[in-house]
């Protein structure tokens, strides 16, 4: 007769047997002594310490118990799940369900209103405003190392968070080019954006705003921490959006770096206005609209001393019909790209990395792993504390020699174009307009083409 020890959802200490279950009744330095756990069934069974049968008394009332079993097995390895992941629990559910190959009769005693109360018990209240404690458990990585760097009420109700593990901050402050980005839908309610500094590593931040003080507060933060950790935060290259807060702040923090704001934001900042514009249907099919506007996408990977006289010529050769098509967008990119924004930081002539597509990616494969839009903040740092453990193993693969991905063969195919571009046109084999028709058929269909 074979006898399994489990617990299953309660806890408490249970016995199978001949697919019978059994629960403990007491137990001596020497003995257990088990009664089936089937109410009103007086069979009775007594085992050694390790489990091993030694006695049976009374016979079964009942069936043996094989869908319950296999029902009870099921639903503790959903627990298991529900408490140690963010996913949700139908998600987990269905899943397991689909794995599980389960009868018809352990079907129809599947419940899993237990499963719901297992992760509430381990879960804290949910939290509605950004006045809240965090518990320690929340506060550490998986492998129990402090992970939350910075809680700082920065004005009244306007709290800032970062999770970031020692093994980050290191490489972080070591780094010589920085991203950094927001990302919205992932971002707890409560919260405004997810911001993120990258290098290989990823520091997380929850900010209440995108105000220039917010971000002022974040960098000294750091700096006095790399401080502490007799580290300097000075990167040579910082890389982000166009968002005139943060630019205002990166240009006095970071007064050494090179700025540079990435130039998939700038194409797809174009391309919006085309749409905000109504001029998505003749960009689509007049090939001439379509050719000018990525000239204008590609003023970006001219020298900059050459970009402002080739706006102008770009202009003054267009038609009378062309200038009357265009003219609402030209009014966009000069004030835009020539009045608000500096030249300097949306020009990357000769930059090796012209975009955080990298960053983007990561963004997008975050938002998709959080699997909903605004997720609780207990949801959101179990989150954060797995892609925690998944720096820490792949920085150590990378310590051991693992290569970085290597870039898809479009990617070198457009790089190797823009470099044979710029040889011609410095050995005066080109002029800056045909430079700037050539560079025009490099800019990409996609956001993600040109790194």
Not at 248 to 260: I, M, N, Y
Not at 427 to 434: A, P, R, T
Request: proline share 4%.
């Amino acid at each position: 007769m074979m006898t399994t020890a489990c617990s299953f959802l309660s806890g408490k200490p249970l016995l199978v047997s001949d697919e019978y279950i059994f629960k403990l009744n007491k137990a001596t330095t020497t003995s257990k002594y088990w009664i089936c756990a089937h109410t009103a069934c007086s069979a009775k069974i007594h085992t050694n310490t390790n489990n091993q049968l030694t006695k049976m008394t009374g016979e079964h009332s009942h069936v043996p118990e094989k869908e319950t079993i296999v029902v009870r097995e099921f639903r503790e390895k959903i627990k298991q799940q529900a408490i140690e992941e963010t996913t949700p629990i139908p998600h987990i559910y269905h899943e397991e369900c689909a794995k599980a190959m389960l009868s018809t009769a352990a079907i129809a005693v599947l419940p899993n209103s237990a499963i719901n109360k297992a992760r509430r018990a381990v879960t804290p209240i949910i939290p509605t405003t950004q006045l809240f404690d965090i518990p320690d458990p929340f506060a550490r990585t998986l492998r129990d190392n402090p992970f939350l760097i910075i809680d700082k009420l920065i004005a009244r109700r306007q709290r800032m968070i970062l999770f970031v593990s020692d093994e980050q901050l290191k490489m972080l402050f070591s780094a010589e080019t920085i991203l950094m980005d927001g990302t919205f839908s992932s971002c707890p309610k409560i919260f405004d954006q997810v911001y993120t500094i990258r290098t290989f590593p990823c520091v997380f931040g929850l900010l209440p705003n995108r105000l220039k003080l917010t971000y002022q507060f974040l960098f000294h933060e750091l700096k006095s921490i790399a401080i502490q950790m007799k580290l300097d935060f000075a990167p040579k290259i910082v890389m982000s959006d166009f968002e005139p807060a943060f630019m205002g702040v990166v240009k006095t923090e970071f007064s050494a770096a090179t700025h540079s704001s990435c130039y998939s934001h700038f194409t797809q900042a174009i391309y919006r206005n085309i749409q905000r514009l109504g001029l998505c249907t003749i960009y689509n099919h007049d090939d001439d609209v379509k050719h000018f506007c990525r000239q204008l996408m590609a003023l970006p990977l001219l020298p900059e001393p050459v970009i402002e006289d080739t706006y102008d010529k770009l202009v003054r050769d267009l038609s009378t019909n062309m200038s009357k098509k265009m003219k609402h967008l030209l009014e966009y990119f000069r004030e835009q790209w020539f009045a608000k924004v500096p030249m300097s930081q949306w020009c990357v002539h000769g930059l090796s990395m012209r975009t955080n597509n990298n960053a983007e990616a990561f963004h997008s494969r975050f938002n998709r792993r959080v699997l909903v839009h605004h997720p609780n903040i207990w949801s959101f740092i179990k989150f954060l504390q797995g892609e925690e453990s998944r720096f820490y193993h792949m920085n150590i693969q990378f310590s051991a020699g693992l290569g970085a991905r290597a870039k898809q063969a479009k990617t070198i195919a457009i790089q190797r174009r823009i470099d044979c571009l710029d040889k011609r046109y410095y050995d005066g084999l080109i002029n800056v307009m045909e430079y700037l028709n050539g560079l025009s058929f490099t800019v990409a269909k996609r956001k993600n083409d040109i790194l």
